[in-house]
Nanobody, 128 residues
Framework: QVQLVESGGGLVQAGGSLRLSCAAS????????LGWFRQAPGNEREFVAA????????DYADSVKGRFTISRDNAKNTVYLQMDALKPEDTAVYHC?????????????????????WGQGTQVTVSS
């Protein structure tokens, strides 16, 4: 059974940093893309960042480019999201996701339709 477990969320002041972790288990992810999405109250789930597990190629939403960095540790089957220069509008529940279809196009990589497995999420709150 595939499991994605997020950790590292919390409360931080604007301008601060947090690092989220996503521990993956239950299958090999060598043919997958692992991504981060977020959802704020009243908003739809939106793409944040993604990384192709084997090649390490990355993709970012424009709203976080230059501030967030996605990386992975293959030995630990873990994906990280380093978030710097946080803004109040970054406040949301952050979900880790894994999927094979996300490899096929940038549209699928940036859409929840590209992912089969989801974590429960971790809350990130940025105060002004």
């Amino acid at each position: 059974q595939v499991q994605l477990v997020e950790s590292g969320g919390g409360l931080v002041q604007a301008g601060g940093s947090l690092r989220l972790s996503c521990a993956a288990s239950g299958r090999t992810f060598s043919d997958y893309v692992l991504g981060w999405f977020r959802q704020a109250p009243g908003n739809e789930r939106e793409f944040v960042a993604a990384i192709t597990y084997v090649s390490g190629s990355t993709d970012y939403a424009d709203s976080v480019k230059g501030r967030f960095t996605i990386s992975r540790d293959n030995a630990k089957n873990t994906v990280y999201l380093q978030m710097d220069a946080l803004k109040p509008e970054d406040t949301a529940v952050y979900h880790c996701a894994g999927g094979e279809r996300a490899r096929y196009s940038s549209i699928l990589r940036r859409s929840s339709r590209g992912y089969d497995y989801w974590g429960q999420g971790t809350q990130v709150t940025v105060s002004s």
